[in-house]
Protein backbone atom coordinates (compact mmCIF):
# COMPACT_ATOMS: atom_id res chain seq x y z
CA UNK A 1 0.00 0.00 0.00
CA UNK A 2 1.37 3.48 -0.76
CA UNK A 3 -1.41 4.77 0.94
CA UNK A 4 -3.03 4.11 4.25
CA UNK A 5 -5.35 5.53 6.45
CA UNK A 6 -6.33 3.76 10.59
CA UNK A 7 -9.66 5.48 11.32
CA UNK A 8 -8.06 8.87 10.61
CA UNK A 9 -9.94 11.94 12.62
CA UNK A 10 -9.34 15.53 12.07
CA UNK A 11 -11.93 17.73 14.09
CA UNK A 12 -12.54 21.44 14.87
CA UNK A 13 -13.63 21.45 18.56
CA UNK A 14 -15.19 18.02 17.77
CA UNK A 15 -16.81 19.24 15.08
CA UNK A 16 -16.88 19.25 10.92
CA UNK A 17 -13.73 17.88 9.24
CA UNK A 18 -13.66 14.22 8.68
CA UNK A 19 -13.84 11.00 11.27
CA UNK A 20 -12.55 7.31 11.56
CA UNK A 21 -11.56 7.12 7.90
CA UNK A 22 -9.81 3.64 6.65
CA UNK A 23 -8.60 4.15 3.27
CA UNK A 24 -5.96 1.90 1.22
CA UNK A 25 -4.77 2.85 -1.81
CA UNK A 26 -2.32 0.16 -4.12
CA UNK A 27 0.22 2.09 -5.93
CA UNK A 28 -0.08 2.94 -9.79
CA UNK A 29 -4.07 3.45 -9.15
CA UNK A 30 -6.05 7.17 -9.90
CA UNK A 31 -8.29 7.38 -6.35
CA UNK A 32 -11.42 9.30 -6.92
CA UNK A 33 -12.52 11.07 -3.53
CA UNK A 34 -15.94 12.36 -3.78
CA UNK A 35 -18.40 14.38 -1.43
CA UNK A 36 -20.68 17.05 -1.09
CA UNK A 37 -19.36 20.41 -0.30
CA UNK A 38 -18.10 20.55 3.14
CA UNK A 39 -18.23 16.94 3.66
CA UNK A 40 -14.32 16.87 4.60
CA UNK A 41 -12.79 16.22 1.17
CA UNK A 42 -10.01 18.66 1.55
CA UNK A 43 -9.42 18.98 5.03
CA UNK A 44 -8.63 15.42 4.48
CA UNK A 45 -5.91 15.90 1.73
CA UNK A 46 -4.51 18.71 3.79
CA UNK A 47 -4.28 16.39 6.20
CA UNK A 48 -2.53 13.80 4.46
CA UNK A 49 -0.40 16.14 3.09
CA UNK A 50 0.57 17.59 6.44
CA UNK A 51 -0.84 20.89 6.78
CA UNK A 52 -3.42 20.03 9.10
CA UNK A 53 -2.58 17.79 12.63
CA UNK A 54 -4.89 14.56 12.87
CA UNK A 55 -6.70 14.85 15.64
CA UNK A 56 -6.69 10.42 16.41
CA UNK A 57 -5.41 7.97 13.91
CA UNK A 58 -2.92 7.25 11.73
CA UNK A 59 -1.97 7.66 8.79
CA UNK A 60 1.27 6.57 6.04
CA UNK A 61 2.38 7.49 2.68
CA UNK A 62 4.71 5.23 1.13
CA UNK A 63 5.27 3.53 4.94
CA UNK A 64 6.04 6.68 6.38
CA UNK A 65 3.90 8.53 8.98
CA UNK A 66 1.99 11.45 7.70
CA UNK A 67 3.68 14.93 8.14
CA UNK A 68 7.27 13.90 8.44
CA UNK A 69 10.07 15.40 6.30
CA UNK A 70 9.99 11.21 4.70
CA UNK A 71 6.59 11.50 4.11
CA UNK A 72 6.43 14.71 2.21
CA UNK A 73 9.48 14.12 0.14
CA UNK A 74 7.84 11.83 -2.80
CA UNK A 75 4.49 13.41 -2.23
CA UNK A 76 2.71 16.61 -4.76
CA UNK A 77 -0.09 18.51 -4.10
CA UNK A 78 -1.93 21.22 -6.18
CA UNK A 79 -4.64 22.84 -3.48
CA UNK A 80 -7.75 24.07 -3.99
CA UNK A 81 -7.45 27.24 -3.14
CA UNK A 82 -4.09 27.75 -5.17
CA UNK A 83 -2.38 31.10 -4.88
CA UNK A 84 1.45 31.34 -5.69
CA UNK A 85 3.82 34.02 -4.92
CA UNK A 86 2.71 36.75 -8.22
CA UNK A 87 5.31 39.04 -7.90
CA UNK A 88 7.31 36.05 -9.62
CA UNK A 89 7.33 34.66 -13.20
CA UNK A 90 6.29 31.51 -13.82
CA UNK A 91 9.96 30.15 -14.32
CA UNK A 92 11.07 31.68 -11.53
CA UNK A 93 8.37 30.45 -9.51
CA UNK A 94 9.54 26.76 -10.70
CA UNK A 95 12.77 27.89 -9.67
CA UNK A 96 11.79 28.62 -6.34
CA UNK A 97 9.88 25.36 -5.86
CA UNK A 98 12.48 23.76 -7.49
CA UNK A 99 15.25 25.29 -4.87
CA UNK A 100 12.92 24.47 -2.25
CA UNK A 101 13.22 20.56 -2.92
CA UNK A 102 17.13 21.16 -3.82
CA UNK A 103 16.77 20.01 -7.23
CA UNK A 104 20.06 20.60 -8.80
CA UNK A 105 19.97 21.77 -12.48
CA UNK A 106 16.24 22.12 -12.57
CA UNK A 107 16.38 24.20 -15.84
CA UNK A 108 15.39 20.96 -18.17
CA UNK A 109 13.03 19.95 -15.62
CA UNK A 110 11.18 23.33 -15.56
CA UNK A 111 11.47 23.45 -18.93
CA UNK A 112 9.55 19.28 -19.76
CA UNK A 113 6.99 20.22 -16.71
CA UNK A 114 5.80 24.02 -18.63
CA UNK A 115 5.90 22.17 -21.78
CA UNK A 116 3.76 19.11 -20.26
CA UNK A 117 1.09 21.85 -18.64
CA UNK A 118 1.09 24.27 -22.20
CA UNK A 119 2.86 27.05 -20.24
CA UNK A 120 5.47 27.35 -22.55
CA UNK A 121 5.92 30.63 -23.90
CA UNK A 122 4.14 32.17 -20.84
CA UNK A 123 7.14 30.89 -18.70
CA UNK A 124 8.83 35.05 -18.52
CA UNK A 125 5.33 36.54 -17.73
CA UNK A 126 4.43 37.48 -14.16
CA UNK A 127 2.15 34.85 -12.18
CA UNK A 128 0.19 37.91 -11.55
CA UNK A 129 -0.79 38.23 -15.09
CA UNK A 130 -1.68 34.92 -15.31
CA UNK A 131 -5.36 33.73 -15.78
CA UNK A 132 -6.70 31.85 -13.09
CA UNK A 133 -6.67 28.57 -15.33
CA UNK A 134 -3.04 29.27 -16.57
CA UNK A 135 -1.97 29.66 -12.49
CA UNK A 136 -3.38 25.86 -12.13
CA UNK A 137 -1.45 24.66 -14.94
CA UNK A 138 2.11 25.80 -13.41
CA UNK A 139 0.21 24.80 -9.87
CA UNK A 140 -0.08 21.15 -10.98
CA UNK A 141 3.54 21.63 -13.00
CA UNK A 142 4.55 22.57 -9.40
CA UNK A 143 2.97 19.37 -7.87
CA UNK A 144 4.99 17.50 -10.78
CA UNK A 145 8.49 18.73 -10.05
CA UNK A 146 10.04 16.73 -7.12
CA UNK A 147 8.46 13.23 -9.43
CA UNK A 148 6.56 12.34 -6.92
CA UNK A 149 5.03 8.94 -6.13
CA UNK A 150 1.83 10.45 -4.74
CA UNK A 151 0.05 13.02 -6.10
CA UNK A 152 -2.91 15.29 -4.31
CA UNK A 153 -5.25 16.77 -6.81
CA UNK A 154 -7.75 18.72 -4.93
CA UNK A 155 -10.35 20.32 -7.58
CA UNK A 156 -7.59 20.23 -10.18
CA UNK A 157 -10.10 21.12 -12.86
CA UNK A 158 -12.19 23.61 -11.23
CA UNK A 159 -10.63 27.02 -12.73
CA UNK A 160 -9.95 25.33 -16.54
CA UNK A 161 -12.09 25.41 -19.64
CA UNK A 162 -12.99 21.94 -21.40
CA UNK A 163 -9.85 21.79 -23.07
CA UNK A 164 -7.90 22.07 -20.15
CA UNK A 165 -10.04 19.36 -18.34
CA UNK A 166 -8.93 17.08 -21.29
CA UNK A 167 -5.55 17.76 -20.77
CA UNK A 168 -5.07 17.69 -17.35
CA UNK A 169 -7.13 14.19 -17.79
CA UNK A 170 -4.50 13.10 -20.56
CA UNK A 171 -1.87 14.31 -17.84
CA UNK A 172 -3.36 12.21 -15.02
CA UNK A 173 -3.60 9.34 -17.14
CA UNK A 174 -0.01 9.21 -18.16
CA UNK A 175 1.35 10.32 -14.18
CA UNK A 176 -0.48 6.55 -13.95
CA UNK A 177 1.30 5.07 -16.90
CA UNK A 178 4.09 6.18 -15.14
CA UNK A 179 3.29 3.81 -11.74
CA UNK A 180 2.19 6.85 -10.17
CA UNK A 181 -0.51 7.24 -7.66
CA UNK A 182 -2.81 10.07 -7.85
CA UNK A 183 -5.40 11.19 -5.46
CA UNK A 184 -7.94 12.72 -6.98
CA UNK A 185 -10.62 15.27 -4.92
CA UNK A 186 -13.28 16.11 -7.48
CA UNK A 187 -16.96 17.07 -7.69
CA UNK A 188 -17.02 16.37 -11.33
CA UNK A 189 -18.42 13.28 -11.26
CA UNK A 190 -18.12 12.25 -15.13
CA UNK A 191 -14.31 13.29 -14.48
CA UNK A 192 -13.71 10.65 -12.12
CA UNK A 193 -16.02 8.13 -13.43
CA UNK A 194 -13.69 8.68 -16.60
CA UNK A 195 -10.36 8.26 -15.02
CA UNK A 196 -10.60 6.76 -11.63
CA UNK A 197 -9.76 3.39 -10.76
CA UNK A 198 -10.95 3.45 -7.06
CA UNK A 199 -13.55 5.90 -5.42
CA UNK A 200 -14.63 6.53 -1.91
CA UNK A 201 -17.74 8.96 -1.18
CA UNK A 202 -17.38 10.73 2.17
CA UNK A 203 -20.52 12.81 3.66
CA UNK A 204 -20.48 14.62 6.99
CA UNK A 205 -17.06 13.69 7.71
CA UNK A 206 -17.61 9.83 7.51
CA UNK A 207 -16.63 7.37 4.11
CA UNK A 208 -19.79 5.98 3.23
CA UNK A 209 -18.91 3.90 0.03
CA UNK A 210 -15.50 2.88 -1.14
CA UNK A 211 -14.14 0.57 -3.55
CA UNK A 212 -13.39 -0.75 -7.43
CA UNK A 213 -15.55 1.86 -9.48
CA UNK A 214 -16.47 -1.01 -11.39
CA UNK A 215 -18.05 -3.05 -8.70
CA UNK A 216 -19.77 0.12 -6.97
CA UNK A 217 -21.32 0.39 -10.56
CA UNK A 218 -22.33 -2.44 -11.14
CA UNK A 219 -24.34 -2.56 -7.68
CA UNK A 220 -26.65 -0.62 -8.55
CA UNK A 221 -28.32 -1.98 -12.21
CA UNK A 222 -31.57 -0.72 -13.12
CA UNK A 223 -33.55 -3.54 -15.21
CA UNK A 224 -36.52 -3.11 -16.97
CA UNK A 225 -38.79 -6.51 -18.05
CA UNK A 226 -42.04 -6.14 -20.08
CA UNK A 227 -43.93 -8.85 -18.92
CA UNK A 228 -47.38 -10.40 -19.18
CA UNK A 229 -49.53 -12.89 -17.84
CA UNK A 230 -47.33 -13.12 -14.29
CA UNK A 231 -49.02 -13.35 -10.67
CA UNK A 232 -47.51 -12.48 -7.00
CA UNK A 233 -45.80 -15.58 -6.41
CA UNK A 234 -43.38 -14.27 -9.58
CA UNK A 235 -42.84 -11.04 -8.08
CA UNK A 236 -41.85 -12.24 -4.61
CA UNK A 237 -39.64 -14.61 -6.13
CA UNK A 238 -37.87 -11.97 -7.88
CA UNK A 239 -38.32 -9.38 -4.37
CA UNK A 240 -35.54 -12.36 -3.18
CA UNK A 241 -33.10 -11.21 -5.90
CA UNK A 242 -33.27 -7.53 -6.66
CA UNK A 243 -34.59 -4.49 -4.43
CA UNK A 244 -36.75 -1.73 -5.41
CA UNK A 245 -39.55 -3.92 -7.12
CA UNK A 246 -42.10 -2.01 -8.74
CA UNK A 247 -45.02 -2.33 -11.70
CA UNK A 248 -45.10 1.30 -13.68
CA UNK A 249 -46.77 1.94 -16.71
CA UNK A 250 -46.88 -1.90 -17.93
CA UNK A 251 -42.94 -2.01 -16.56
CA UNK A 252 -41.57 -4.24 -13.93
CA UNK A 253 -38.70 -2.07 -12.78
CA UNK A 254 -36.07 -3.36 -10.34
CA UNK A 255 -32.43 -3.13 -9.05
CA UNK A 256 -29.99 -5.65 -8.69
CA UNK A 257 -26.93 -5.53 -6.71
CA UNK A 258 -25.11 -8.19 -9.10
CA UNK A 259 -25.60 -8.03 -12.65
CA UNK A 260 -24.89 -12.32 -12.41
CA UNK A 261 -28.67 -12.26 -11.27
CA UNK A 262 -29.99 -10.58 -14.43
CA UNK A 263 -30.04 -14.37 -16.02
CA UNK A 264 -31.41 -15.79 -13.31
CA UNK A 265 -34.60 -13.44 -12.57
CA UNK A 266 -35.50 -14.14 -16.46
CA UNK A 267 -35.43 -17.56 -16.11
CA UNK A 268 -37.45 -17.41 -13.45
CA UNK A 269 -39.78 -15.22 -15.66
CA UNK A 270 -39.79 -17.75 -17.83
CA UNK A 271 -40.44 -21.10 -15.72
CA UNK A 272 -43.39 -19.03 -13.85
CA UNK A 273 -45.09 -18.92 -17.32
CA UNK A 274 -45.58 -15.42 -17.55
CA UNK A 275 -44.57 -14.17 -20.78
CA UNK A 276 -41.09 -11.91 -20.98
CA UNK A 277 -41.70 -9.64 -24.27
CA UNK A 278 -38.47 -7.14 -22.97
CA UNK A 279 -35.58 -6.72 -20.62
CA UNK A 280 -32.92 -3.82 -20.71
CA UNK A 281 -30.76 -3.52 -18.26
CA UNK A 282 -28.79 -0.07 -17.34
CA UNK A 283 -25.84 0.25 -15.35
CA UNK A 284 -26.28 3.67 -13.11
CA UNK A 285 -23.45 6.14 -13.50
CA UNK A 286 -21.59 7.64 -11.28
CA UNK A 287 -23.71 10.35 -10.65
CA UNK A 288 -26.66 7.79 -10.14
CA UNK A 289 -24.56 6.13 -7.59
CA UNK A 290 -23.73 9.27 -5.92
CA UNK A 291 -27.36 10.71 -5.76
CA UNK A 292 -28.52 7.19 -4.18
CA UNK A 293 -25.15 7.21 -1.81
CA UNK A 294 -25.50 10.46 -0.20
CA UNK A 295 -28.94 11.01 -0.64
CA UNK A 296 -30.13 7.45 1.83
CA UNK A 297 -27.10 9.13 3.92
CA UNK A 298 -28.95 12.11 4.38
CA UNK A 299 -32.00 10.32 5.18
CA UNK A 300 -29.96 8.65 8.04
CA UNK A 301 -28.64 11.81 9.52
CA UNK B 1 15.71 27.81 4.74
CA UNK B 2 18.29 29.58 2.46
CA UNK B 3 16.00 29.57 0.27
CA UNK B 4 13.24 31.22 2.00
CA UNK B 5 16.31 34.18 2.79
CA UNK B 6 17.13 34.39 -0.59
CA UNK B 7 13.47 35.09 -1.87
CA UNK B 8 12.22 37.01 1.04
CA UNK B 9 15.04 39.42 0.10
CA UNK B 10 14.47 39.28 -3.86
CA UNK B 11 10.39 39.83 -2.84
CA UNK B 12 11.42 43.12 -0.71
CA UNK B 13 13.66 44.22 -3.96
CA UNK B 14 11.07 43.20 -6.74
CA UNK B 15 8.24 45.01 -5.11
CA UNK B 16 7.50 48.71 -6.24
CA UNK B 17 7.22 49.51 -2.21
CA UNK B 18 11.42 49.26 -2.17
CA UNK B 19 11.83 52.27 -4.71
CA UNK B 20 9.42 54.29 -3.07
CA UNK B 21 10.68 53.52 -0.07
CA UNK B 22 14.04 54.22 -1.67
CA UNK B 23 12.85 57.77 -3.11
CA UNK B 24 11.24 58.78 -0.11
CA UNK B 25 13.93 58.07 1.94
CA UNK B 26 16.26 60.58 -0.26
CA UNK B 27 13.30 62.95 0.39
CA UNK B 28 13.44 62.67 4.31
CA UNK B 29 17.55 63.15 3.71
CA UNK B 30 17.17 65.90 1.64
CA UNK B 31 14.79 67.99 3.75
CA UNK B 32 17.46 67.05 7.10
CA UNK B 33 20.28 68.37 4.96
CA UNK B 34 18.60 71.10 4.16
CA UNK B 35 17.48 71.57 7.26
CA UNK B 36 21.36 70.82 9.09
CA UNK B 37 22.67 73.51 6.73
CA UNK B 38 20.39 76.41 7.72
CA UNK B 39 21.17 75.31 11.26
CA UNK B 40 25.20 75.20 10.86
CA UNK B 41 25.86 78.14 8.64
CA UNK B 42 23.55 80.50 10.15
CA UNK B 43 25.02 83.78 10.19
CA UNK B 44 23.14 85.19 12.84
CA UNK B 45 25.00 87.60 14.80
CA UNK B 46 23.75 85.71 18.59
CA UNK B 47 24.42 82.68 17.05
CA UNK B 48 28.16 83.47 15.82
CA UNK B 49 28.63 84.91 19.20
CA UNK B 50 27.45 82.23 21.28
CA UNK B 51 30.24 80.11 22.71
CA UNK B 52 31.34 76.85 20.66
CA UNK B 53 30.30 74.43 23.62
CA UNK B 54 26.41 75.85 23.45
CA UNK B 55 26.81 75.31 19.19
CA UNK B 56 27.96 71.36 19.96
CA UNK B 57 25.09 71.07 22.62
CA UNK B 58 22.99 72.03 19.63
CA UNK B 59 24.59 70.23 16.82
CA UNK B 60 24.80 67.37 19.27
CA UNK B 61 20.47 67.80 19.55
CA UNK B 62 20.26 68.09 15.44
CA UNK B 63 22.17 64.28 14.87
CA UNK B 64 20.24 63.10 17.89
CA UNK B 65 17.01 64.37 16.23
CA UNK B 66 18.07 62.97 12.62
CA UNK B 67 18.90 59.46 14.10
CA UNK B 68 15.55 59.57 16.29
CA UNK B 69 13.38 60.18 13.42
CA UNK B 70 15.52 57.34 11.27
CA UNK B 71 14.98 55.24 13.71
CA UNK B 72 11.11 55.89 13.73
CA UNK B 73 10.87 55.69 9.53
CA UNK B 74 12.39 52.11 10.30
CA UNK B 75 10.25 50.61 12.91
CA UNK B 76 7.45 51.56 10.82
CA UNK B 77 8.26 50.29 7.52
CA UNK B 78 9.21 47.40 9.69
CA UNK B 79 5.53 47.29 10.56
CA UNK B 80 4.49 47.68 6.90
CA UNK B 81 6.78 45.43 5.16
CA UNK B 82 6.79 42.81 7.97
CA UNK B 83 3.49 42.19 9.25
CA UNK B 84 2.20 39.74 6.78
CA UNK B 85 5.58 37.94 6.99
CA UNK B 86 3.94 34.62 7.46
CA UNK B 87 0.34 35.72 8.38
CA UNK B 88 0.08 36.92 5.19
CA UNK B 89 1.20 33.68 3.39
CA UNK B 90 -1.20 31.77 5.11
CA UNK B 91 -4.72 34.10 4.61
CA UNK B 92 -3.83 33.85 0.96
CA UNK B 93 -3.05 30.25 0.85
CA UNK B 94 0.25 30.73 -0.51
CA UNK B 95 1.32 28.69 2.39
CA UNK B 96 -0.15 25.50 0.84
CA UNK B 97 2.44 25.28 -2.01
CA UNK B 98 5.03 25.83 0.59
CA UNK B 99 4.72 23.50 3.43
CA UNK B 100 3.34 20.88 2.00
CA UNK B 101 7.11 20.18 0.49
CA UNK B 102 10.13 18.80 2.95
CA UNK B 103 10.64 22.22 4.51
CA UNK B 104 10.58 22.20 8.20
CA UNK B 105 8.13 24.96 9.45
CA UNK B 106 10.71 26.41 11.39
CA UNK B 107 13.08 27.01 8.44
CA UNK B 108 10.37 28.32 6.86
CA UNK B 109 9.76 31.39 9.82
CA UNK B 110 13.06 31.55 10.38
CA UNK B 111 14.15 32.41 6.70
CA UNK B 112 11.70 34.71 6.26
CA UNK B 113 13.08 36.40 9.69
CA UNK B 114 17.02 35.98 8.09
CA UNK B 115 16.09 37.64 4.97
CA UNK B 116 13.57 40.41 6.29
CA UNK B 117 16.96 41.05 9.10
CA UNK B 118 19.19 41.55 6.34
CA UNK B 119 17.29 43.82 4.33
CA UNK B 120 16.21 46.19 7.09
CA UNK B 121 19.64 46.61 8.44
CA UNK B 122 21.56 47.16 5.41
CA UNK B 123 18.68 49.89 4.55
CA UNK B 124 18.96 51.04 8.74
CA UNK B 125 22.90 51.15 8.16
CA UNK B 126 22.34 53.18 5.07
CA UNK B 127 20.20 55.50 6.68
CA UNK B 128 22.51 55.84 9.64
CA UNK B 129 25.41 55.99 7.78
CA UNK B 130 23.48 58.73 5.81
CA UNK B 131 22.62 60.87 8.64
CA UNK B 132 26.00 60.74 10.45
CA UNK B 133 27.55 62.00 7.03
CA UNK B 134 25.35 64.88 6.44
CA UNK B 135 26.16 65.98 9.57
CA UNK B 136 30.24 65.50 8.82
CA UNK B 137 29.52 66.94 5.32
CA UNK B 138 27.91 70.26 6.85
CA UNK B 139 31.24 70.59 9.47
CA UNK B 140 29.53 69.58 12.84
CA UNK B 141 31.40 70.46 15.65
CA UNK B 142 30.36 67.25 17.55
CA UNK B 143 33.25 64.98 17.71
CA UNK B 144 32.26 61.53 16.30
CA UNK B 145 34.91 58.97 16.47
CA UNK B 146 35.52 56.09 14.52
CA UNK B 147 34.68 53.63 16.82
CA UNK B 148 32.17 55.70 17.93
CA UNK B 149 29.96 55.76 14.87
CA UNK B 150 30.34 52.03 15.02
CA UNK B 151 29.52 50.80 18.45
CA UNK B 152 26.56 52.97 17.63
CA UNK B 153 25.83 51.58 14.48
CA UNK B 154 25.32 47.98 16.51
CA UNK B 155 22.88 49.43 18.58
CA UNK B 156 20.90 51.25 15.88
CA UNK B 157 20.46 47.96 13.75
CA UNK B 158 20.05 46.30 16.79
CA UNK B 159 16.96 48.11 17.47
CA UNK B 160 14.63 46.98 14.46
CA UNK B 161 16.11 43.60 14.91
CA UNK B 162 14.62 42.95 18.07
CA UNK B 163 11.66 44.98 16.81
CA UNK B 164 11.12 42.74 13.70
CA UNK B 165 11.38 39.09 15.72
CA UNK B 166 8.72 40.37 17.73
CA UNK B 167 6.77 41.34 14.48
CA UNK B 168 7.69 38.25 13.11
CA UNK B 169 6.85 35.44 16.09
CA UNK B 170 3.70 37.51 16.38
CA UNK B 171 2.94 37.17 12.35
CA UNK B 172 3.44 33.37 12.99
CA UNK B 173 0.70 32.80 15.79
CA UNK B 174 -1.74 35.97 14.98
CA UNK B 175 -3.60 37.54 11.88
CA UNK B 176 -1.74 40.18 10.00
CA UNK B 177 -4.05 43.38 11.14
CA UNK B 178 -3.44 41.59 14.97
CA UNK B 179 0.37 41.66 14.32
CA UNK B 180 0.09 44.90 13.13
CA UNK B 181 -2.44 46.67 16.30
CA UNK B 182 0.27 44.67 18.33
CA UNK B 183 3.90 45.93 16.76
CA UNK B 184 2.51 49.63 16.49
CA UNK B 185 0.93 49.55 20.14
CA UNK B 186 3.82 47.67 21.60
CA UNK B 187 6.44 50.49 19.74
CA UNK B 188 4.46 53.06 21.28
CA UNK B 189 4.27 52.07 24.63
CA UNK B 190 8.04 51.28 24.22
CA UNK B 191 8.36 54.84 23.40
CA UNK B 192 6.14 56.49 25.53
CA UNK B 193 7.51 54.45 28.45
CA UNK B 194 11.14 55.63 27.38
CA UNK B 195 10.40 58.93 27.96
CA UNK B 196 8.80 58.74 31.08
CA UNK B 197 11.65 57.43 32.41
CA UNK B 198 14.04 60.18 30.82
CA UNK B 199 11.99 62.87 32.65
CA UNK B 200 12.35 60.70 35.98
CA UNK B 201 15.90 62.52 35.46
CA UNK B 202 13.87 65.87 36.77
CA UNK B 203 12.35 64.81 39.94
CA UNK B 204 14.23 63.70 43.16
CA UNK B 205 11.80 62.00 45.28
CA UNK B 206 9.66 59.12 44.67
CA UNK B 207 8.28 60.30 41.57
CA UNK B 208 11.72 59.81 39.93
CA UNK B 209 11.70 55.99 40.99
CA UNK B 210 7.98 55.45 39.62
CA UNK B 211 9.18 56.86 36.02
CA UNK B 212 12.04 55.24 36.21
CA UNK B 213 10.15 51.91 37.11
CA UNK B 214 7.60 52.74 34.23
CA UNK B 215 10.92 53.14 31.79
CA UNK B 216 12.18 49.85 32.90
CA UNK B 217 8.95 47.88 32.62
CA UNK B 218 8.08 49.23 29.01
CA UNK B 219 11.58 48.11 28.18
CA UNK B 220 11.11 44.74 29.31
CA UNK B 221 8.14 44.52 26.87
CA UNK B 222 9.79 46.25 24.20
CA UNK B 223 13.43 47.31 24.18
CA UNK B 224 13.71 49.47 20.95
CA UNK B 225 13.97 52.70 23.34
CA UNK B 226 16.37 51.90 25.45
CA UNK B 227 18.75 50.67 22.70
CA UNK B 228 18.05 53.59 21.03
CA UNK B 229 19.03 55.62 23.72
CA UNK B 230 22.18 53.33 24.25
CA UNK B 231 23.02 54.08 20.83
CA UNK B 232 22.83 57.43 21.29
CA UNK B 233 24.77 57.34 24.55
CA UNK B 234 27.39 55.27 22.58
CA UNK B 235 27.77 57.62 19.86
CA UNK B 236 28.25 60.86 21.83
CA UNK B 237 29.14 60.14 25.01
CA UNK B 238 32.42 57.66 25.50
CA UNK B 239 35.44 59.60 23.92
CA UNK B 240 34.39 63.29 24.05
CA UNK B 241 33.73 63.15 28.10
CA UNK B 242 30.61 65.73 27.48
CA UNK B 243 28.26 63.25 28.74
CA UNK B 244 25.28 65.77 28.86
CA UNK B 245 25.49 65.88 24.78
CA UNK B 246 23.86 62.14 25.11
CA UNK B 247 20.98 63.81 27.01
CA UNK B 248 17.79 65.80 25.49
CA UNK B 249 14.76 64.35 24.34
CA UNK B 250 16.58 62.31 21.79
CA UNK B 251 18.71 60.64 24.48
CA UNK B 252 18.86 60.00 28.06
CA UNK B 253 20.56 60.65 31.10
CA UNK B 254 20.27 57.10 32.60
CA UNK B 255 21.85 53.88 30.68
CA UNK B 256 20.72 50.68 30.62
CA UNK B 257 22.55 47.97 32.55
CA UNK B 258 24.77 45.16 31.16
CA UNK B 259 21.62 42.81 32.34
CA UNK B 260 19.24 44.77 30.02
CA UNK B 261 21.26 43.49 27.30
CA UNK B 262 21.82 40.06 28.54
CA UNK B 263 17.63 40.43 28.48
CA UNK B 264 17.70 41.47 24.47
CA UNK B 265 19.96 38.79 23.57
CA UNK B 266 17.24 36.39 25.21
CA UNK B 267 14.17 38.66 24.30
CA UNK B 268 15.00 37.66 20.14
CA UNK B 269 15.80 34.07 20.92
CA UNK B 270 12.71 33.67 22.82
CA UNK B 271 10.07 35.38 20.87
CA UNK B 272 11.17 33.41 17.78
CA UNK B 273 11.57 30.22 19.77
CA UNK B 274 7.98 30.22 20.89
CA UNK B 275 6.52 32.12 17.29
CA UNK B 276 8.12 29.46 15.24
CA UNK B 277 7.20 26.29 18.08
CA UNK B 278 3.20 28.11 17.79
CA UNK B 279 3.63 27.92 13.91
CA UNK B 280 5.17 24.34 13.79
CA UNK B 281 2.24 22.91 15.84
CA UNK B 282 -0.76 25.20 14.02
CA UNK B 283 -3.53 24.16 11.58
CA UNK B 284 -3.15 25.54 8.14
Known sequence: MILETQNLTKQFNGKGGFKDVNISIDSGMVFGFLGPNGAGKSTFVKTMVGLLYPTSGFAWINGFPIGTIESKRKIGFLPENFKYYDWMTGKELMKFHAELYKIKNSDKKIEKFLDLVKLKGHENKKVKNYSKGMQQRIGLAIALLNDPEVIFLDEPTSALDPVGRIDVREIIKRLKDDGKTVFLNSHLLSEIEMICDEVAIINHGHVIAEGKLKNLLSKNTYVEMVISDYNSELIEKISKLAYDVAFKDGKLTFKVKDKDSIPEIAKIVVDSGAKLYQLDSKTSSLEDLFINIVGKDEDVC | ?284
Not at chain 2, 38 to 56: D, M, R
Not at chain 2, 89 to 112: F, M, N, Q, T
Open chain 2, 1 to 284: MLTITKYTIKEMIKKRAFLLIAILTVGYLFIYGYGLSLAFHNNNQVINNTPNIAKILLESQLLSAGLYFSNFIIAFLIVLTSVGAVSGDVESGAIYALLYKPLKRHEYVLGKFIGLSIIITVYSTLLFLSVIGLNIAFGTKVYLGLGNVFRALFFFDLGPVVLLSLVVASSSIMSTVNTGVLAVMTYGIAMIGGILEQMGSFFTDATSQGLSNVGIITSLILPTDVIFRKMNAELLTQNTGLSFLAQGPFGGTSQPSPAMFVYIAFYICFLLYYGTRKFEKRDL
